[in-house]
């Protein structure tokens, strides 16, 4: 499983300032390790309480897509995001089965199991939607908690910028606009050359779950919600992915 996450050049950038967003697919947090998925990048942009602008100039940097945005003149909280069109693939069973285990998908193995599916391929069709939290400038603003608007997403309900290390932030995961349960998370941490990544827990009924941050450095939570596709000619499951990107500072 690749994931999709959003890494700007700075998580903590000026008013008006020139930044670069990188779209990051792959599993090497926080490195990319594929590139050439533009055609596919749906309305990338960088939003703020009361305005917006779309990130331009797309290319490709090695194994990078990138872009381009100026953060605006107030200070405050900025919320990246994009949203890929849909893709499909085909797995062995063998490969599906080691995916789903992966991440925490029990619901859909146990349906595969008690259809008499396990033997069968997994056809999937996916979508990835990310978000990255900035804070511009010295100050946040609420909008940190504030949906986008994707069909899936980690919505902090705590300013990460207002934590250090060994705090907790909580979240809430929703599905078209719903509280999302039963989730399996994870998060990923990297700082310098070290990298670690850990089961965060599932979502409650609400959709809700609470994260440890032991360490400072760069952050990604990452979910996915699988289910039977509605289109059975087209796959067989559709799953949505989302991720959450930040920075956690060190003690104030």
Not at 186 to 200: L, P
């Amino acid at each position: 499983a690749h994931d999709l996450y959003i890494m700007p050049s700075s998580f903590r950038p000026s008013p008006g300032q020139a930044i670069t967003l990188g779209f990051h697919v792959g599993d090497s947090f926080p490195n990319s390790e594929v590139a050439g998925r533009i055609p596919r990048l749906v309305q990338p942009k960088l939003s703020w309480q009361g305005g917006s602008a779309p990130v331009t100039n797309l290319r490709i940097e090695g194994l990078r897509d990138l872009g381009s945005a100026t953060t605006p003149s107030a200070p405050g909280t900025l919320t990246a995001t994009v949203a890929p069109t849909p893709n499909f693939i085909e797995l062995a069973p063998d490969k599906f089965l080691s995916y789903l285990k992966h991440e925490g998908l029990d619901e859909i193995i146990a349906y595969r199991a008690s259809h008499n599916e396990s033997d069968k391929p997994g056809r999937e069709r996916y979508s990835k939607y990310a978000r990255a939290l900035l804070r511009n400038g010295a100050k946040s603003t609420p909008f940190f908690q504030q949906p986008s608007g994707l069909i899936i997403e980690i919505i902090p309900t705590a300013d990460p910028y207002s934590l250090k290390p060994g705090d907790q932030l909580p979240v809430q995961v929703l599905f078209r606009g719903k509280p999302a349960a039963n989730l399996h998370m994870e998060a990923s941490w990297a700082h310098g050359s070290e990298t670690k990544s850990v089961s965060a827990g599932r979502t409650d009924a609400n959709g809700r779950l609470t994260v440890s941050l032991p360490k400072a450095g760069l952050w990604r939570l990452h979910t996915i919600k699988m289910e039977r596709c509605a289109d059975p000619s087209a796959a067989d499951w559709e799953s949505f992915w989302s991720s959450l990107t930040f920075e956690l500072e060190n003690a104030k």
